[in-house]
């Protein structure tokens, strides 16, 4: 049988404890932009792009996600959030779609 010193157990709950609570943070950031995905009248448009029948939007989530909505012939075909990524990422991957590099 081992034994720890109550100090040891103590700083090991605690350490447990910030890994976990950094999880739920991380899960809960998910599910905002989740959320905010279905609800997109409620994300901050940024840029558009456009060429022949393809439509790109630029966005950002209320969580501070970046993404893009993608149509064609006026039909959406598709929403994609870029977590941890930067604004021109996300616009790259716009210009991208609506040349027909990125397909959905």
Known sequence: MS?????????QVGDLTKEVMARFDAIEK???DL???R???LNTEIHSFQLNDRFATVFRTPAGTYG???KEGGR???KELFP????????DA????????KNV
């Open 35 to 37: 959320i905010a995905l």
């Open 30 to 32: 998910k599910l905002d």
């Open 68 to 70: 893009i909505l993608m």
């Open 3 to 11: 034994y720890y010193d109550t100090d040891e157990i103590y700083h």
């Open 76 to 78: 959406i075909i598709g």
């Open 84 to 91: 941890g990524k930067s604004e021109s990422y996300a616009e």
């Open 39 to 41: 609800d997109f009248d």
């Open 94 to 101: 716009a210009e991208n779609f609506v040349h027909g590099i």
